[in-house]
């Protein structure tokens, strides 16, 4: 009966010898392929001039949005909120993305399912979901955001206004 671990022991030995053969015979070495590319091309876009966009855009089809304080300091983070009619929001936020990209040059940013529009463009990804039913008489939110990449620029964050001194 002693014979047993004795067998087991060297089984797993053999074992771990083989898969050891076979993964440095099969194994390609690795390579540095060097530095990985920028994620976006061309020169970081200012918050200013995207927000710009972004809002000109969504007038262009009746939705008014303000800009709301950025509050995160060294991020790339802004944020557009208004409302809309409740009957035509989703179809004057499909309008606005499409006239993003026609009008200044956004492209589809990635898919992340029907209830939600994104548009990419330099450094910046735009994010918009579609707002479900509000209560009855209330205009539907509306909720734009926007982020950047590394090396992007953002406004300041607003601080809170000083106290008129005398």
Known sequence: MRRRPRHSALASLVMAALITATATACAHPLQDLGPLPPRFSGP????????????????AEGITVEREPSNVRGKCVERLSGRH??????????????RARSE???????????????????????TAGFPGEPAQGLAAPVVISLLCLD????????????????
Do not use: I, R, Y
């Open 85 to 98: 009619a409740p009957e035509t929001v989703d179809a004057a936020l499909k309008a606005a993305f499409a």
């Open 44 to 59: 970081p876009l200012p918050a200013d001039a995207v927000v710009s966009e972004m809002t000109s855009a969504l007038a």
């Open 104 to 126: 200044h040059g956004w492209q589809a940013g990635p898919d992340m399912g029907s209830e939600t529009l994104t548009l990419n463009k330099g450094n910046w990804t735009v």
């Open 151 to 166: 090396g992007g620029t953002s406004s300041t964050p607003t601080a809170p206004a000083a106290p008129a001194s005398s």
